[in-house]
């Protein structure tokens, strides 16, 4: 895993908003919170992606409270950071080429929301070649309602976006799986 960065997706405090509706995976936090000890502890590359809303009613829009990092994920001295105004962590970032400047060839995906930015910045990873990993449960989704009127779980939204992810664009795992193994590596 040496070659694998950790990429921390908007964990901000402006995906708290009530108005987004119920959220699944109040764990969430916690376990990206774990991941980024165990990334530190190891000296392994972390890289933080911030969305910059320019939607005007967006509470992740620069100006405001929201687009603070939340407390379980703020970047330290030296971390990597960028900042984007659409879904995907690759558009007008300059990711893509921090990646290959570092000679990082793999991607252990963590963050909000799961059918937002965590979906469309692990499709475009794996399309540009990277291997991904997406951690189901430091990730998390808000409940929708859908084109058809039907209000979808936020647990339903998480977990058919992981299944419409996993085995073509990324492996899905588990927190406790990747702490294993930097246990295992360490052996």
Excluded at 107 to 128: E, F, P, Y
Excluded at 132 to 160: F, K, L, P, W
Excluded at 163 to 178: A, K, M, N, P, Q
Aim: aromatic share 6%.
């Amino acid at each position: 895993m040496s070659q694998t960065a950790l990429l921390v997706i908007d964990v901000q405090k402006g995906l708290d908003d009530p108005s987004l509706g119920r959220r699944n995976n109040p764990e969430a936090e916690a376990n990206i919170a774990s991941l980024l000890a165990a990334w530190r502890k190891n000296a392994r590359p972390i890289i933080h992606i911030r969305h910059c809303s320019v939607e005007p009613h967006s509470p992740l829009r620069p100006e405001l409270p929201g687009n603070v990092f939340k407390d379980e994920a703020q970047p330290l001295p030296g971390e990597k950071q960028f900042s984007k105004t659409v879904n995907s962590a690759f558009i007008g970032t300059g990711l893509e080429q921090y990646l290959h400047e570092q000679d990082i060839t793999a991607l252990v995906i963590v963050g909000l929301t799961t059918d937002h930015c965590v979906s469309a910045s692990t499709r475009m990873a794996a399309d540009l070649g990277f291997e991904v990993t997406v951690i189901s449960d430091a990730t998390a989704a808000h409940e929708r309602q859908g084109y058809d009127g039907v209000r979808y779980s936020a647990e339903d939204i998480h977990r058919i976006n992981l299944v419409s992810l996993d085995g073509e664009f990324c492996t899905v795992r588990s927190t406790e799986e990747i702490l294993v193994e930097f246990i295992a590596e360490k052996r």
